[in-house]
């Protein structure tokens, strides 16, 4: 490889590394900011739709930062999405992986380190605050089904932003990922917690070394991401589609005829 071929290639680098901590970074904003929401204590009140609204807003901050750099996934069964998708490659994939496992650790440890002890586990958080578990009379199989079903609400929102007939409203793309987070958090979080996220359960479970039941925010939500992003893939993605009277693109097209010799 010649010194300008190298060259050529350094932005390319520089773009895989930026994106990788990109996502690094925006995962530890989300559950940090997201996790610190979710604190009760009888000194700090809360209640379910702040805790939602919360993870909304915080969301939002995530994507509206680190979109632009690498899609601010935060989230292995976006990135799972994603790739199937045909968005991202696999290498791209595993390192996004490993940022949002880094990143959810990250952010959870600087919560224990900046809230009081019994800000993170107490009596009205015993498995520890933001620790997903299911609501009692919940199955170990209504919660795989429910995290399964509101991840494929997740996943179908991060396709139709992928959808090349979408290109033109992704000014709104934080708002919309927002919205839809407090919503089904709204809805669902006080049967499983509504993690929709594998690592956004596993930093708080980590420092807490509450596991109880943790397998079903990893399996709900990766089977979701895995079928979702399937259907929509081939049953309603779109072509990408170009805007000719407003572009100043110029075009030329070359016909090439070419003709037996007899």
């Not at 949002?100 to 800000?119: S, T």
């Not at 932003?161 to 407090?182: E, H, I, T, Y």
């Not at 930093?203 to 943790?214: D, M, R």
Request: charged letters at 10%; a positive charge.
């Amino acid at each position: 490889m010649s010194r300008s071929q190298w060259w050529r290639l350094q932005p390319q680098h520089r773009n895989r590394v930026a994106a990788f901590f990109g996502e690094l970074v925006a995962t530890a904003t989300f559950i940090f900011v997201a996790c610190m929401g979710c604190v009760q204590t009888p000194l700090f009140l809360n209640s379910h739709f702040q805790s939602a609204l919360n993870f909304g807003l915080a969301i939002l901050i995530a994507i509206q930062c680190y979109g632009c750099v690498s899609g601010a996934h935060l989230n292995p069964a976006i990135t799972l999405a994603a790739w199937i998708f045909g968005v991202l490659t696999w290498r791209m994939a595993i390192a996004y992986f490993v940022a949002q496992v880094a990143g959810a650790l990250i952010g959870y440890g600087l919560l224990v380190a900046v809230m009081p002890y019994n800000a993170i586990k107490g009596v009205d958080n015993p498995a520890g605050v933001c620790v997903t578990v299911l609501a009692t009379d919940i199955t170990v199989l209504q919660g795989v089904f429910i995290e399964f079903l509101i991840t494929c609400c997740l996943v179908a929102v991060a396709c139709s932003v992928w959808d090349p007939r979408n290109a033109k409203f992704k000014d709104s793309v934080p708002v919309r990922f927002g919205l839809c987070v407090s919503s089904l958090i709204l809805t669902a979080g006080l049967f499983t917690g509504a993690s929709m996220n594998p690592t956004r359960s596993l930093g708080p479970a980590v420092w807490n070394n509450s596991w109880e039941h943790h397998w079903i925010y990893w399996v709900g939500p990766l089977v979701a991401g895995l079928v979702a992003s399937l259907i929509y893939r081939f049953a309603f993605k779109g072509d990408e589609e170009f805007e000719l009277r407003s572009s100043t693109a110029k075009l030329r097209v070359i016909e090439e005829v070419i003709v037996p010799a007899p």
